[in-house]
Every structure is written in structure tokens, then in C-alpha cells.
């Protein structure tokens, strides 16, 4: 198990597991947990997904880090048009770090979790190398820490 903390300035603190919102008694506990420690800060955790589309490996990243890097990717990639969209996901960002300081208070279930360096292995065995994967929580039927 490698996990990988980026450098910051400010501290990471890490969820009380005893307020980590449990949607049902079919939810992954622990990986809600670390879905939680990535959403409230500069976590990231190499991790194997299956999910009914196959399986996506990646690092776990929280949604602020994701939307950011999914910003700059527009921008880097883009026209005018693409441009201006991705300076409206700046008010996104903005918004989701706000939520996060709310959570602290109060914890909403999680709906997504959030990859980069991605890829995909679906059935029949092709792969597909992307650098951004969102995807359902529900959807996850299995995980394991690191990459294939």
C-alpha cells in the first residue's frame, strides 16, 4: 500500500471515521473514508476500481482537485468557447470547497468518486488510458489499493 500526500502548506485533517456519512448498510465504510480524507484535502491513494463497466484504476483524488485539473485540461485543450466553460467550473471549485468546510459540520453521503491518470480494462480486455474518470459510488462492487 503506497499512499501519497502532495506537499501543502496547510494541514490535511483527517475525517473522524465515527461521522463519516454511511448511505446504507451496503456501503463500503472504508472507502467512503478514504473518498472523505481526498475530498478534505491533498490526498491521493493509488486504487483499483470494478465497477459493471470493468475495471478503472487510478490515484484518488477529492472532487476540488479533480474539477481543477479537469479545468486546466479544457483550457490547455480548447477554443474560445471551451475556455469560457472552463472558467465557469471555477465557480464549481469554488462552490465544492465552500460545501467542504460546511461537511466538516455536517457530512453529506458521497455520490462520486474521482481518478486521475486513469485507465480502463472493460470485458473483452481492451484497454482505454484517459487522465480523468469520474464515476458513481454506488456503482463500485469491489476495490483494492494500488494498480494492477
Do not use: C
Amino acid at each position: 500500500m503506497r499512499l501519497r500526500r502532495r506537499a501543502s502548506v496547510r494541514a490535511v485533517t483527517t475525517p473522524d471515521p465515527t461521522t463519516v456519512s454511511v448511505r446504507s448498510l451496503d456501503t463500503d465504510w472504508l472507502l467512503d473514508l478514504l473518498t472523505s480524507m481526498a475530498n478534505a484535502g491533498d490526498f491521493t491513494v493509488a486504487i483499483t476500481l470494478w465497477t459493471p463497466a470493468g475495471i478503472v484504476a487510478g490515484d484518488l483524488v477529492g472532487s476540488p482537485v479533480w474539477i481543477r485539473e479537469l479545468r486546466e485540461s479544457i483550457r490547455a485543450d480548447g477554443d474560445a468557447q471551451a475556455a469560457h466553460f472552463a472558467d465557469d467550473l471555477q465557480s464549481v471549485e469554488d462552490h465544492i470547497v465552500l460545501g467542504a468546510a460546511q461537511a466538516e459540520k455536517q457530512p453529506e453521503p458521497l455520490s462520486y468518486l474521482h481518478l486521475r491518470n486513469a485507465s480502463t480494462v472493460i470485458p473483452g480486455g481492451d484497454l482505454f488510458t484517459h487522465g480523468l474518470w469520474r464515476g458513481r459510488f454506488v456503482d463500485v462492487t469491489g476495490w483494492t489499493l494500488g494498480r494492477p
